[in-house]
């Protein structure tokens, strides 16, 4: 009797060992995974920020990270392009935006308080409102604080449809052939209304704008913001 009950206790002890190594096995092989899966995602931002091409950078990092449609709004041929999360384009517009060439942040704060009416780079994520329907129509798509960088700045730099108020000078703007007329607003990304319909179809708020940058000394890059997230900010701004 005193012999199973020694045995008994043996085996107990045995089993706790087993218990304590297979733990100890099992979280090392956590760590090593999580180790790993950051690895994998830091060598992919690694990769993208390598590359040159700001506009594939953000096609590359949606293909990873997007399970959603975006636009990239491309200053330098004035267009917005609406792409699905594979990276595939789905429509294209020509845009008018802010008069002032550059990409800093449209902050009211320009040369002797001369607002600037820049058209700023980076990445947004838009926010559905209705600002002045009469001159806008019945919605506007914002960017949000961070277009604006100042929080208790009135400007609100959106995407939304040619304003009513302006659509004379505007519209022949649009419709004149040249390029550089379409710098044309404070800083606002502008669209006829029949696209500006179109495009109503196929985002919505939530959803990610990419402005590329068009300073020749200027990048995006993915860097991390307070929540932790890589996002594409400016290296100039």
Known sequence: MKYLIRE???????????????SMTTSAFAEDFNDLEDDTLQDKISKINSLEDNEVKVKEWARFNSDT????????????TIYDKY???????EVGIGTEIGDDY???SGLLG??????????YTLITNIFNKSAYG?????????????????????LHKVPKFREKDRLKKFYDG???????????????????????????????VYILPEETDNQILLTKNNKNEFEFTQTKY
């Open 178 to 208: 040249d390029l550089k007329n379409n710098r044309m607003s404070h800083g606002c990304i502008n669209f006829l209304d029949g696209d500006f319909k179109e495009l109503r179809k196929y985002i919505h708020g939530g959803l990610k």
């Open 87 to 93: 990276g595939e384009e789905i429509s294209n517009f």
């Open 114 to 123: 001369k607002s600037k009416n820049t058209t700023p780079a980076g990445e």
């Open 138 to 158: 019945d919605l506007t798509l914002s960017l949000g604080q961070k277009a604006n960088k100042a929080p208790n700045n009135k400007k609100i730099v959106a």
């Open 106 to 108: 449209n902050d009211t």
């Open 8 to 22: 008994t206790h043996c085996m107990k002890k045995i089993i706790l060992i087993l218990l304590v190594l297979i």
């Open 69 to 80: 449609n975006y636009v990239i709004v491309n200053k330098k041929d004035c267009s917005a």
